[in-house]
Every structure is written in C-alpha cells, then in structure tokens.
C-alpha cells in the first residue's frame, strides 16, 4: 500500500501530461481542417496535353493564384499534375483515372485536353486555360455566359492585328508572311484562319503549310521558306511550339525574321513576341476555382478572356534576319533582349 501511496503522485502526473498532449493533438489537427470558410479539402487534378512553356508558366501563376485568394496548399486543396506527352490515348486513360478517383475539380489546360474533357467528364467541374478559343469546339458553349453546365475557364483569343501591325512596323515593305499550323488541332486552325483575315487588312498574303507530326516540321518548314516569303509570322499551337527550334534554325538559314507568340521564343529564335501573359491568365483562373470552392455553380461563372499580352524584343536575332527594329517598337515593348540566350 505504501508503494502504492508514493506511485499516485507519479500516476497523476503522467495522465496529466497525457491529456496535455492530446489537446495539444487536437489543436494540431485542426490547423489542417480546411479554412477560408471550405466546407472540405479540395483535390484537384491537372491535365495537359503536352508539357510547354505555356503550361509551365500557367501552373506557377495558377499557385501564385490560390495563394493569393487565401487557399493553402494541404490544407484546403491538394494538387496532381498530369501530362498526356502529346499522346491521345494517354489522355484518354488521364481523363478516366481522375473520373473514376476522388478529384472535386478538373484543371483542362490546352484546347486538345478541354476537347477530350467535355466528352469524357460530365459530374466534375472543369476550369479551363490554355486555350485560344473555346468557341472552336462547339459543344462548350454558345458565348462567355451560355456554356456547360460543368465548364468555365479562361481563354486567350491572340490578336493578330496587333502582330501584323507590329510586323508592319518593322518591315514597312512587307508582302507575304509563312507560318506552318498543326492540322490535327482545332485552335491551329483557328489562329491560321485569323491570321489570313488579318493579313487581308493590311495587305499582307499569308502562305502556309500543315504538319501533323513533329517529324514534319523540319522538312515542311524548308519548303515554306522557299516561297519568297518576307518573314515567318508562326502562330501558336502545341505542336509548332514544342518544335520552335527547328522553325527558327530553318528561318534562320533562310535569313528570315520570324515573329511569334510565345514568350519562350523570344529567347530561342523570335525578332519579335507578342504573347498572351499566361501567368496572369491563370491568376485570373485561380479566382474562378475559388468561387467555385466556395459554392458557385460553373453555369453562373462566365468565361473570361484575357486582355494582358506581352511584347518583347530580342535584337540579337533580328540583326542575325537583317531586320532592324525601330525605337517606336522598343518604346513600346515590355522587354528588350540583346543577347541571343
């Protein structure tokens, strides 16, 4: 009994010690409930198309996104990123695996992936980005506010006036332009269409070429080069982009100035870039998902085009082209490049 005696002030102390620590458990765990008024973790999965430095560039403003409308990583979402690699049927099973999981919100990002998404995904809300017009697959939706019930998102629309504008600019005797455009890619069509009708305005013949694998391009991009062309004015799409070297060694031999929309390319080939700003486009998108976090239904989030574009010069390339870029144009741009890299 004595042993016993002495042994309670022991005892007494270990189950305090224990119930301290499971308050302090409890405080824990509650610091990973989700906050910002959630009702719920989120999960959501991203899908692409093919790894660029469009979808590079838009992930990182999609965080910045979140972070900025108050969504933790871990706490209130948690985030898988998924890359078909440019291949269709692995976009296929991609789509399948985040239908048949646990995901609560489906990130679409390149017009291939939304157009394999609208037909594969009914029940998850999709936020789209990446995508030049969402219009060009016509089962999204009529305009910006009369679209699936489960798709909203965020969509550039180039301008290419502004681009043959600038072209202008700089080569005032300019008469024909060449881009190459992926066949096989709805928003490629597209752009080469808008690209004609801008040509038209201002007097400038488009001349261009179809590829539909990478391995085309080097070939197809020689003979677009030999059409007495003034410049190469290459439009936008997933397979042009994830080749732009090799169109820019080709226009390089052929001593053509190539102008582009891809900030990257400014970097790797491009006189001149005026981009959409992907970045802030998918900051914009960010606030969309946090609506959508917080109750509002897709059908009553409109679409949004962005209106943020970037123009940027490297004067390394254009003096390689022959070409000089007049001040009324460096004035103008968000950034002047004078190294090649």
């Known amino acids: 009994m004595y042993r016993i005696a002495r042994l309670l002030p022991a005892i007494a102390i270990c189950v305090a010690s224990l119930i301290s620590f499971s308050s302090c458990n409890k405080g824990g765990d509650s610091h990973e409930k989700p906050g910002n008024g959630l009702k719920k973790k989120w999960n959501f999965a991203i899908v692409k198309f093919e790894e660029l430095q469009q979808t590079e560039d838009t992930e990182r403003g999609l965080r910045v996104g979140l972070r900025d409308a108050g969504l933790v990583e871990g706490r209130d979402y948690e985030m898988t990123s998924m890359n078909a690699h440019g291949d269709i049927p692995t976009l296929l099973t991609l789509f399948d695996k985040a239908a048949s999981g646990n995901t609560d919100l489906l990130i679409s990002m390149q017009t291939t992936t939304l157009h394999t998404a609208v037909k594969r ?8 980005m990446v995508v030049a017009n969402p219009f060009v697959i016509t089962t999204v ?6 679209h699936l019930p489960n798709v909203t998102g965020v969509y550039t629309m180039t301008t290419f006036d502004r681009m043959l504008g600038y072209i202008k600019e700089c080569m005032p005797n300019v008469k024909k332009v060449g881009t190459l455009f992926s066949s096989l890619e709805l928003n490629a069509t597209y752009y080469k269409s808008q690209l004609i009708t801008a040509g038209h305005k201002h007097g400038i013949t488009v001349e261009t070429m179809d ?3 990478k391995t085309d391009v080097p070939q197809a991009m020689t003979a677009l080069c030999t059409r007495n062309l003034d410049a190469i004015c290459q439009i936008e799409d997933n397979l042009t982009s994830a080749t732009f070297p090799f169109i820019a060694q080709v226009a390089q031999k052929f001593k053509l100035p190539v102008f582009s929309f891809v900030n990257e390319q400014a970097h790797t080939g491009s006189s001149l870039v005026f981009a959409p700003n992907y970045f802030e486009s998918a900051r914009e998108a960010a606030t969309i998902i946090s609506r959508i976090m917080h109750g509002t239904s897709p059908e009553l989030i409109p679409f949004k085009r962005i209106n943020k574009f970037n123009l940027i010069v490297n004067t390394t390339f254009a003096k390689a082209a022959g070409l000089s870029i007049p001040e009324s144009v460096r004035a103008a741009a968000d950034s002047v490049i004078t190294t090649a890299h």
């Open 121 to 128: 995904v009914q029940k998850i809300p999709i936020v789209f």
């Open 141 to 146: 939706g009529q305009s910006d506010s009369v």
């Open 211 to 213: 590829v539909s694998a």
